[in-house]
């Protein structure tokens, strides 16, 4: 169905020339790591992103989506992690949502009822516990009842036949996934393709007739799910090129600075614990929605801790992030856009934004000061600008990270959080930020990173822990590590 | 589970209602004024006068709530109403009859929540800034075609909109204008329940990009509902006529906030998705019964100022309790 798809996103190729074929009635799942291009060659098949080569066919005609609702009409329909409903509206008005069939403009009750019921029978299969009323609101309705909506929805279009599941387990609980097989198996009985994207290999096992493994963007593997082996599909996921060199001195750790115990939050993480030493670089690993931003942030107080016990340079309990920075612990947000950085500030502003105490007198802040303060930090990081009032926003990737970095630097934090330090940023400011972390740990400083990107754990930390559906390992010695036992506890296979 | 599931479960969804609170918020503030000042509030004539005076902010809270719900927000109401106004008198002084007033009042009102509509739809500016900008530009539209006065004119049997019954006429209760008003609510209720249009405003405000990817022509829908509202506005400007039988371009200033604090007290959310026309003309009435049951009482102006703005708040506040639920 798709052939030879590039895709490249400035000088980041994420796909460079993937095919792979889906067959009517057949669970297709499509396998990798992340920035392995399986988000983007979604986007590209539900019509969100267009290709740059390659071609696409639906059923033997040429598919161009422009648009989402153009795929959509060709049905193509795609269910994303975030969930695409009204929640103000019921469940039929959801469903028909778009081809209400009306008579003088009013909407015919009766048979939008009747057309939301036959395609909740679809998905529900019938089982009385899996029914869902066509009348509740949908934001009532639970995180799975609300994809079972919305997978009812693309369904009940006539010409459906393709369904792409974006991570569909990653917010069930064990039998709600139960309930969402059983639904995929309905759509399959009715010659409908799914694509299933996922990283949990036991559930590929389960539902998946056939499967495409994604690394670096290409095609490394293909077959059909039963004559494979859980560990041969780790295999063709891992052994990724390692195009860098890691910074590695002699460090020596020193005493615990933070201390967590069966620390659980909102809903992630739950029952965490670990012990993280000066002089020490202690990553996490786990997949994308494993709890491991969330566990930063409980730990800075930016999210609720609901249970555990807490203690970080020798203060007990939650803090709120302002006691926590005036402590010394600094967190780098994995989401620079919107939360690490004030992008329409500029950068000697965002630098200084966590400490104005020695830009003046309280409460004034000083511009020359501030000036003053950010060219340091902007020479010590070789952060490339025309000047610390240019608007932050108005950097790359990696010099707008290292503003954020210098931020904690600046404010003179002893413990590290860092939250995908490197994600989408060049590789000369990868190195740069590997060395400072290296830098960071020879002085004395705690760092926790949290990266997807294993060859960059692997490489820089002392220790790593496994995080997986908000559970946290304990923490091993890289030197017993490697890729593939990471990636096999991250994945569960 | 219970024996009578029929008759638990409608009760549940009663009390569910968005316009429930407001509902008895408003019957319990008429108790306690009826209570406390008896002999001159209580009374039936008292009543007709209340229901009068909630007409012109009532009707533009209809729109306002289409607006609301549908994510957006609508400050020109107080200047296309009085805008509506002078239209309305300059064209009874120029000759024109009464209902080709009120048609043309109506129009350019309507007219004017089309052209904000499809700037809010196409230009891609936010509602608060483009309705800014048009209550400013109408409210000097108005000044300028009434150059710069009040515009008295012969009301032509339109003040009896609003007007005090004739004896002969005394089976109709309320003056028409109070009538039309509530057919009006009841018409734009079913619209937004039962119509297309309405469920894709409810969809557009509850998730626009959801509703896109559905089909939904999300444009249409912002432009109808600006329009809808901009007429309602116009409609409120005849019933503000109606009353006053001038044309003043300086009339209703701020009456926007009044229409805005009803939806936002009958349940209506700024966030969009939510919102209830009867909540809103529930809203439209526990103002004026405030301000009414405070004059009866001899309260000072502020003290009327301060317990609706409490109000306003209170009912928010309660609103974000009933959804917290767990």
Redesign the interface.
């Known amino acids: 169905m798709a052939k030879d798809v590039r895709k490249t996103f400035g000088a980041t190729v994420a796909l460079a020339g993937v095919s792979f074929a889906i067959e009517p009635g057949r669970v297709h799942a499509l396998i990798g790591e992340n920035g392995a291009g399986k988000s983007t060659l979604m986007s590209i098949l539900a019509g969100a992103t267009p290709p740059d080569a390659g071609e696409l066919t639906l059923g033997g005609a040429p598919f161009r989506p422009r648009t989402?609702?153009d795929a959509?009409?060709a049905g193509v329909a795609m269910v994303h992690q975030e969930l695409?409903?009204?929640?103000?509206?019921s469940v039929e008005?959801n469903i028909a949502?778009?081809?209400?069939s009306?008579k003088w403009?009013?909407?015919k009750?009766v048979e939008m009822r009747r057309y939301a019921v036959a395609a909740l029978g679809r998905v529900a299969d019938g089982a009385l516990e899996s029914r869902i009323a066509p009348d509740a609101r949908v934001g009532d309705l639970p995180p799975s009842g609300q994809q079972l909506v919305e997978i009812a929805?693309a369904l009940a279009q006539r010409n459906c036949r393709v369904l792409i599941l974006d991570e569909p387990t990653s917010s069930l609980g064990a039998d709600e996934v139960e309930r969402l097989f059983a639904a995929i198996r309905a759509a399959c009985a009715a010659e409908i393709a799914v694509v299933y994207i996922s990283h949990f290999l036991e559930e590929i096992h389960r539902i998946a007739d056939d499967f495409t493994v994604l690394r670096d963007g290409k095609t490394v593997g293909a077959g059909t799910v039963r004559d494979v082996a859980a560990s041969d599909v780790v295999g063709m996921m891992v052994g990724r090129a390692v195009e860098q060199l890691f910074p590695r001195s002699i460090r020596t750790p020193g005493d615990v600075v933070l201390e967590a115990k069966e620390l659980g939050g909102a809903v992630k993480p739950s029952h965490a614990t670990l012990t993280l030493r000066r002089g020490e670089v202690l990553g996490i690993a786990g997949l994308v929605g494993a709890g491991r931003t969330e566990l930063l942030r409980c730990i800075f107080g930016l999210d609720r801790v609901r249970q555990g016990s807490l203690r970080v340079l020798g203060v007990s309990g939650v803090r709120t992030p302002a006691a926590r920075i005036a402590r010394g612990v600094g967190l780098l947000s994995e989401d620079r856009k919107t939360e690490g950085l004030a992008t329409a500030l500029s950068i000697a502003e965002n630098l200084t934004l966590s400490r104005t105490g020695p830009l003046g007198p309280p409460g004034i802040v000083l511009p020359r000061r501030r000036r003053a303060a950010a060219q340091k930090w902007m020479r010590e990081l070789s952060i490339r600008a025309r000047d610390p009032e240019q608007r932050a926003g108005e950097l790359s990737g990696g010099n707008q990270q290292k503003i954020a970095i210098a931020r904690l630097l600046y404010q003179d934090a002893d413990v590290f959080l860092l939250d995908e330090p490197t994600r989408g940023i060049d590789v000369g400011s990868k190195a740069q930020i590997y060395e400072l972390i290296d830098r960071l740990a020879c002085s004395g400083k705690a760092v926790l990173v949290v990266s997807s990107y294993l060859p960059e754990l692997l490489g820089i930390c002392d220790r790593i822990a496994v995080m997986r559906r908000g559970r946290l390992g304990p923490a091993r010695p890289v030197a017993e590590l490697d890729e593939r036992t990471v990636l096999t506890e991250a994945t569960g296979a | 589970m219970s024996a009578r599931p029929g008759g638990e479960h409608a009760w549940r969804r009663f009390f569910a209602f968005p316009w429930f609170g407001p509902l008895a918020a408003l019957v319990l503030v008429y108790l306690l004024f009826a209570l406390l000042v008896p002999e001159t509030f209580a009374r039936s004539t008292n009543l007709v006068t209340m229901a009068r005076q909630t007409v012109v902010v009532g009707i533009a809270a209809v729109g306002m709530t289409m607006v609301i719900i549908s994510g957006g927000i609508d400050l020109s109401v107080g200047s296309s109403v009085a805008l509506a106004t002078v239209v309305i008198a300059r064209a009874l002084n120029g000759g024109a009859g009464p209902l080709t007033a009120v048609a043309l009042g109506v129009a350019v009102s309507a007219a004017a929540g089309l052209v904000v509509g499809a700037i809010v739809a196409f230009g891609r500016i936010t509602p608060f800034v483009v309705s800014l900008g048009a209550m400013t530009i109408l409210r000097g539209a108005a000044k300028g075609l009434a150059r710069e006065q009040k515009i008295d004119a012969d009301a032509r049997g339109l003040d009896a909109l609003l007007g005090v019954l004739p004896d002969d006429a005394s089976w109709m209760i309320f003056p028409p204008g109070v009538w039309i008003f509530l057919v009006l609510a009841a018409v734009f209720v079913a619209i937004l329940h039962y119509a297309r249009f309405g469920r894709h405003v409810v969809a557009v405000g509850s998730n626009e990009r959801t509703a896109r990817l559905c089909g939904v022509r999300v444009e249409a829908v912002k432009i109808g509902v600006y329009a809808l509202a901009g007429l309602l506005a116009g409609l409120a400007g005849v019933m503000e006529f109606a009353t006053l039988t001038v044309g003043d371009p300086t009339d209703s200033v701020g009456l926007e906030l009044e229409v805005i604090a009803a939806a936002v007290i009958g349940g209506a959310s700024l966030l969009g998705g939510e919102g209830s026309i009867v909540g809103s003309v529930v809203g439209a009435f526990l103002m004026t019964v405030i301000k009414t049951g405070s004059t009866h009482l001899g309260l000072p102006n502020w003290v009327e100022e301060v317990v609706t703005g409490v109000i306003i708040v209170t009912a928010v506040a309660l609103d974000r309790l009933r959804h917290r639920r767990p």
């Open positions: 989402p609702q959509r009409r695409s409903l009204c929640p103000h509206m008005e949502l778009g081809s209400e009306t403009g009013f909407v009750r929805r």
